[in-house]
Structures are given as structure tokens and as C-alpha cells.
């Protein structure tokens, strides 16, 4: 069975504390990407990775940064954290595509992210 | 620019009744769609996707979405709604050329199926 983990299921931080948000697959995939849902805003894409020490960057990167040194784990850091980061936090991947066989992405249970 | 919109927040159907759950496209050229659902409290599940073939593509739990490029739509549908349907339901686009591999997301449709 294929499976993306995340570290924590919820998380309550203080403001300005440096955060780690731990994502690992299990499924050799090349791609991890890290979102964020709010109500009424859907997923909003932070960060992506198509390969170990590779990155670019989403739609609202500001205030975020990510590693990925093994290609089964990939992590997402706040460096100082903001009462407006309080959110839910989703880590999905694939694996690597054509136009013929996309293959979908794969999602893990999510970080509920709570800054005081 | 990719972009899929999901034009209702909710969406309420009495069980055993047809139910649909909406959305367009408007990305150039051939869309690459997919629908997700999200249960309570879990993350995502892939539901079906719509690359090329067939405009009727069957996907899990007994859902389907038909593409019509006609209408730019495509639509989430199921003839026979349980309680255990109701999630929130997202739409979602491929991205091509540099932005190949992700996904851009609708801001998704609260589906209640009541009894």
C-alpha cells in the first residue's frame, strides 16, 4: 500500500520559533510537494521538488523554505513562525510522468499547524 | 495560465438522489483534469483523472466525470448519493511546459449528503 507520513498530525508553535514539517513516502517516487489548505482557499502549492536537492518554488513560498536530502523524505521549515501560518499543512508525490501516463498524486494525512 | 473553478462552495443532495459537483476549466490547449476528495480530518484521495479518450471517465466509489470541451467543464457526478459521500470535493488541472507536473487546485465544494 503506498503511503506519504507526516510527522505530526497537530502542532502548536509560539510566534517566531523555527518549524519543521517532516513529509516521508514509500513509494521511490521523484516528485514531493508541499501545500497549504485554508477555508475557502483550496491547496495552495508552496514548495515542489523533482529530485534530492532540487526545489522550486509555488504560488505562496514567502516565509517557508524546504530540504530534501534523501529522495524519500522532504522537509518543510518555517523559519520564524507567523500567527498567519496557522493552517493545515499537505505533503503529496508522484512519480515521475509523461503526457500518456500521469500518474496522480499521492497525499499524506496532513500537519494542523497552530502559531500562538 | 492554468485554472480550474469550482463555482459552488456546497453542494446538499438527500441520499439515493443523482448528485453533481461542478467544474470548469480554462487552460489553453487539451486539459490534463483530476478530481480529489477529502474526508475529515485526512489528507486527499485521488478519485479519477481525464487525460485523453473517452469524455466519460469512471474513477472510485462508484463516481464518474464527463469532459466537455464544448462547455470547458467537468463535472464531478454519482446517480446514486450515499451519507458516506459527503467530503470535500476538489477539482484540479496539470500544469505544463515549466510548470509540468503540479496541480493546480479549485478552492473546492463541500458536498452534504443527508438521509
Known amino acids: 500500500d503506498v503511503k506519504v507520513t507526516q510527522s505530526s498530525r497537530y502542532l502548536v508553535k509560539r510566534t517566531g520559533e523555527k518549524v519543521f514539517l517532516e513529509c516521508v513516502q514509500d513509494?521511490?517516487?521523484?516528485?514531493m510537494f508541499w501545500y497549504r489548505q485554508d477555508p475557502g482557499l483550496g491547496l495552495r502549492l508552496i514548495y515542489f521538488?523533482?529530485?534530492?536537492?532540487?526545489?522550486e518554488k509555488g504560488d505562496i513560498p514567502e516565509g517557508y523554505s524546504v530540504s530534501r536530502e534523501k529522495k524519500e523524505r522532504f522537509s518543510l521549515i518555517l523559519e520564524s513562525a507567523s500567527t498567519n501560518q496557522t493552517s493545515m499543512y499537505l505533503c503529496?508525490?508522484?512519480?515521475?510522468?509523461?503526457?500518456?501516463?500521469?500518474?496522480?498524486?499521492?497525499f499524506g494525512p496532513g500537519t494542523r499547524l497552530t502559531v500562538l | 495560465a492554468q485554472s480550474v473553478a469550482q463555482p459552488e462552495d456546497q453542494v446538499n443532495v438527500a441520499e439515493g438522489n443523482p448528485l453533481t459537483v461542478k467544474c470548469t476549466y480554462s487552460?489553453?490547449?487539451?486539459?490534463?483534469l483530476f478530481w480529489y476528495v477529502q474526508y475529515p480530518n485526512r489528507g486527499l484521495q485521488f478519485l479519477l483523472k481525464?487525460?485523453?479518450?473517452?469524455?466519460l471517465v469512471k474513477g472510485s466509489y462508484g463516481f464518474e466525470a464527463e469532459f466537455n470541451k464544448s462547455q470547458t467543464s467537468f463535472h464531478l457526478k454519482k446517480p446514486s448519493a450515499l451519507v458516506s459521500d459527503s467530503a470535500l470535493y476538489f477539482c484540479?488541472?496539470?500544469?505544463?511546459?515549466?510548470?509540468?507536473?503540479?496541480?493546480?487546485f479549485g478552492r473546492g465544494t463541500q458536498l452534504t449528503v443527508w438521509p
Open positions: 481525464y487525460i485523453t479518450g473517452d469524455n
Open positions: 487552460v489553453s490547449g487539451n486539459p490534463y
Open positions: 503529496a508525490s508522484s512519480s515521475t510522468w509523461d503526457f500518456s501516463s500521469y500518474n496522480e498524486q499521492f
Open positions: 513509494m521511490d517516487h521523484e516528485n
Open positions: 484540479a488541472d496539470l500544469g505544463k511546459g515549466s510548470t509540468l507536473g503540479r496541480l493546480y
Open positions: 521538488s523533482y529530485d534530492v536537492k532540487m526545489k
